[in-house]
Each structure stands twice: as C-alpha cells, then as structure tokens.
C-alpha cells in the first residue's frame, strides 16, 4: 500500500523588519486566509494526514494549525521540528525516515527553498520554486518511511492558494 507525503510551504507571511528575527515572523491575514482555503480544500479531498510536523517558526507553525484545523486534526498532535528551520532539504528528510512505519499519510509544514528541493529531491521532477501556501503531494509504493530517498517519490499533484476554486 502506497505512502503520502504532504510538502507545505508556509502561507505568506510578514516582510522581515528591521529587528526582527527571520524565525519570529508571523502570517499575514492574507496568509492564515489562504491556509485556510488550502485546508478546506484538502478536506474536501478527503485528506487526513496520520502525521503533521512543522517547522518551530511562527509562519510555518500557523499555517500547520490553520490547514490542521480545516482538516479536524488534532492540534496537540503537530509535532514541531527545530531542525526545519535552517536545517536544510536534510532536516526535512531526517523527519520523514524517522516517521512510524504505521503512518499511513504525512504532512510537513516548512520553509522555501528547502520544501521546493525536497519535492524536487523525492520526485525528480522539476519543481520550480513552490509558491506560498502551496502543497505537493509525493506518493511512495512498496516503501516504508527510512526508505524514502531520493528520485523515490511520484508526484500526486501540486497546488497553491491562488489555484484554487473560488467557490469554497
């Protein structure tokens, strides 16, 4: 039976001011909206993610909440990774090879431009730079989680906020 893996890009966030950290900047209203329709629409495609693990940054841990929330996903149960910031395409895949062999689905929730070189990396698709708010999904046959690597995934689809239908 085929694994999925859910690559988020945080939704749009706050330009980085003056004397702020990178790491605290928070989503726009723009950004939690369009979280919030990517989390519907996922819901409406019947999506339920055994597993949710965001990065520690606010931007990318808000966006997990707020598609989390769509899908009736346990709040308590996002389990946030420090090593997906600044950690590179490598944190991302040290979190997925480390998920329990009964995880079904995932989701990560995380930071341009090692979400775009993961999806890239997994699928050996040219991916291009993922767009704010934007999930790929990967599916992996005949693997367990510490067997995905690279050119191991297929790509499923890929969608960004400004994608989707207008009729939610």
């Not at 893996?5 to 966030?13: D, F, G, P, Q, S």
């Not at 339920?48 to 693990?53: A, C, K, L, R």
């Amino acid at each position: 039976m085929p694994i999925t893996l859910y690559i988020v890009r945080h939704a749009k966030a706050e330009d980085r001011a003056m004397f702020m950290a990178d790491h605290d900047r928070q989503l726009t209203p723009d950004g939690i909206i369009a979280a919030a329709r990517m989390g519907r629409y996922l819901h409406q495609k019947g999506i339920q993610p055994d597993s949710i693990i965001s990065s520690t940054a606010p931007r990318a841990k808000d966006t997990a909440k707020v598609v989390a929330e769509q899908l009736g996903y346990d709040l308590a149960q996002i389990r946030l990774d420090e090593k997906l910031f600044d950690g590179g395409p490598k944190a991302y895949l040290a979190a997925i090879n480390a998920l329990p062999a009964s995880t079904q689905s995932a989701m990560i929730v995380g930071h341009n431009p090692d979400v775009s070189y993961l999806a890239e990396f997994l699928t050996h698709q040219n991916i291009g730079s993922m767009s704010k708010g934007a999930v790929i999904a990967v599916t992996f046959d005949n693997l367990n989680w510490a067997e995905v690597s690279g050119r191991t995934g297929s790509m499923e689809f890929q969608i960004g906020p400004k994608q989707l239908p207008h009729n939610d």
